[in-house]
């Protein structure tokens, strides 16, 4: 090779495209075959890179993922949180809210109608307390 002045450079090797082939010889240049390995791990790496970019471009995705954990540790913790609530309810009072709960299971028409009872009341107590401030 040679430098701007066109001295050889420190290789000693002049620029004549005979010497640089040869040089490269000597390194052992790729056989077709392994330029064919070679560039078909390159696509792969590079597939690999355009699916790693995509993921983390993907904000839905990104969102769903994170709402999903989130949601886990909510029904874990929930969970959790109830187990420590029974160990700590006295068994009469467990017993006694199982037998309200099969209660209310068997006769449902008449809680419907209670509870719907109870929300008409509510209503017309706040629209008539809601009719005062507006005058």
């Given at each position: 090779?040679?430098?701007?002045?066109?001295?050889?450079d420190a290789s000693g090797t002049p620029d004549v495209p005979g010497a640089s082939?040869?040089?490269r010889t000597d390194?052992?240049?790729?056989?077709?075959?392994e330029l064919r390995e070679q560039?078909?791990?390159t696509r792969d790496e590079l597939g690999q890179t355009?699916?790693?970019l995509a993921g983390k471009a993907d904000v839905k995705a990104q969102a769903k993922e994170k709402t999903a954990?989130?949601?886990?540790?909510?029904?874990?913790k929930a969970a959790h949180t109830a187990q420590l609530v029974h160990d700590a309810t006295p068994d009469p009072v467990l017993d006694a809210a199982g037998r309200v709960a099969s209660t209310a299971r068997a006769n449902r028409k008449p809680l419907l109608v209670a509870g719907a009872a109870l929300l008409v009341v509510l209503l017309?107590?706040?629209?008539?307390?809601?009719g005062r401030?507006?005058?």
């Open positions: 090779m040679t430098d701007a002045s066109g001295t050889p082939d040869e040089r390194i052992g240049t790729p056989t077709p075959d560039v078909e791990r355009i699916e790693a954990q989130v949601a886990d540790r909510i029904h874990d017309v107590i706040r629209g008539r307390g809601h401030g507006c005058r």
